[in-house]
């Protein structure tokens, strides 16, 4: 009798490797499509419909509107960089890694297998993100406009920053999450081990 072997192949479900190379390709369930695109397009119209009507009411009313004091501030900047004033003027460089990352997280969506819901959720937040940054830098001479100004300490803020950074943010922590939730058990820490 020869020895039965097995059939199983690693998916990101039971913690495999992310893209099954190899394997069968299985897309995403309709249900994470649903919510993959529902996200995408629902946080990108909410990032530039709160930057265009926070921008119209600070230009029209004055600004900083305070929102929560000193804390929480509503101001017009505008970024013409990345993250923290990086890459200033480089607005052709900005746009096509931004075009470049968007299409990678498509694609890397398709290939997530059907399950992993974590990781669904953090590509669909990354994609809002890109998208509404990006429509900004094509539809406002190459500048992200922020308007979230937080002070965190006398006289210390935060760079200012708006609904796509945020989502960016929240992409970054649930992919991390899907991540350490989906490591195959042999990566696990093991407490016998030293």
Not at 20 to 43: R, Y
Not at 92 to 120: E, K, N, P, Q, Y
Request: aromatic residues 12%.
């Amino acid at each position: 009798m020869g020895q039965k072997q097995s059939s199983q192949k690693n998916s990101p479900a039971d913690g495999g490797v992310f893209l099954a190379l190899g394997g069968p390709m299985h897309i995403p369930s309709l249900k994470s499509q649903v919510i993959f695109w529902s996200i995408l397009v629902g946080g990108f119209l909410a990032d530039i419909i709160s930057k265009r009507l926070v921008f119209q009411w600070l230009e029209r009313e004055g600004w900083p509107v305070e929102i929560v004091g000193q804390t929480l501030r509503f101001v017009i900047a505008e970024n013409p960089g990345a993250a923290f004033g990086i890459a200033q003027g480089q607005t052709t460089m900005l746009v096509a890694v931004a075009v470049i990352a968007l299409a990678a997280i498509i694609v890397l969506f398709f290939f997530s297998g059907r399950d992993g819901i974590l990781m669904h959720l953090g590509l669909a937040f990354f994609a809002a993100g890109i998208a509404g940054n990006l429509w900004d830098r094509f539809f406002n001479d190459g500048r992200v406009r922020d308007f979230i100004d937080i002070q965190y300490a006398q006289g210390r803020h935060w760079p200012a920053f708006n609904l796509a950074d945020t989502f960016l943010c929240v992409a970054v922590g649930l992919i991390i999450l899907a991540s350490l939730i989906n490591r195959p058990p042999d990566q696990k820490h093991d407490p016998q081990q030293k």
